[in-house]
């Protein structure tokens, strides 16, 4: 069974780009979490889909947006890159309903320059 | 702010010893934990989850969770060189739908 695929898995961009980050589920998962990690802030969550739904978002400002589609891969994006935006982005996909259970995908490196 | 709170480490345990790892988290309406274990570079992967008071074994793996005291444990047996990794607890909000993570114990387990 496929795991959770992110691409792409490195990015370099500079400031005042923007960037769209793409993550396919587990098959028959349902929902999708985007999280962000850094050395100092440890992992910090972004949102989560269900449905093509935003069932919550965290604590990040509107530059950061996301979507589903109706085959349950997401995207998210970041206009205006600011240099504190480098970090792992990591998805996880869950099944949504009665399990919370959330399996990572492999990151995608994000470098601001 | 919802919080999980878990020691830095590093935890340095001998091969063959048990690990000890602690996690505390401040929302009373968390229903889920889970353990992640995460190699440097790599993703979190998932070990371990409790949803209930207790202890829950998975082979050399021991979940502990005390919902009046706010605390999840994991106990690791035999500890392998292979275990050396960083131990993220997450807890899942009060809507359920995300999970906060704890910075994470750095365990390094010495041959």
């Known amino acids: 069974k496929a795991g959770v695929t992110q691409t792409p898995r490195y990015l370099i961009k500079t400031r005042g780009q923007q960037v769209t980050l793409s993550c396919s589920p587990i098959?028959?998962?349902?929902?999708v979490s985007w999280y962000q990690q850094t050395p100092g802030q440890g992992l910090q969550f972004l949102f989560e889909y269900f449905s093509e739904t935003q069932r919550n978002k965290g604590n990040f400002p509107g530059r950061f947006s996301g979507r589903q589609f109706s085959n349950s891969r997401s995207e998210m994006n970041v206009s205006t890159l600011e240099l504190g935006d480098s970090a792992l982005y990591l998805c996880?996909?869950?099944?949504?309903?009665?399990?919370?259970?959330?399996?990572f995908g492999q990151g995608t490196r994000l470098t601001v320059v | 702010q919802k919080e999980v709170e878990q020691n830095s480490g590093p935890l340095s345990v001998p091969e063959g010893a048990i690990a000890s790892l602690n996690c505390t988290y401040s929302d009373r309406g968390s229903q889920s934990f889970f353990w992640y274990r995460q190699y440097s570079g790599k993703s979190p992967e998932l070990i371990m989850s409790?949803?209930?008071?207790g202890d829950k074994e998975d082979g050399r793996f021991t979940a502990q969770l005390n919902k009046a005291s706010q605390y999840v444990s994991l106990l690791i047996r035999d500890s392998q060189p292979s275990d050396s990794a960083t131990y993220l607890c997450?807890?899942?909000?009060?809507?359920?739908?995300?999970?906060?993570f704890g910075k994470g114990t750095s365990l390094l387990v010495t041959p």
């Open positions: 409790i949803y209930s008071n």
């Open positions: 997450a807890v899942t909000s009060n809507s359920g739908y995300a999970l906060n």
């Open positions: 996880a996909s869950s099944r949504g309903q009665g399990s919370t259970e959330a399996f």
């Open positions: 098959s028959g998962h349902r929902s």
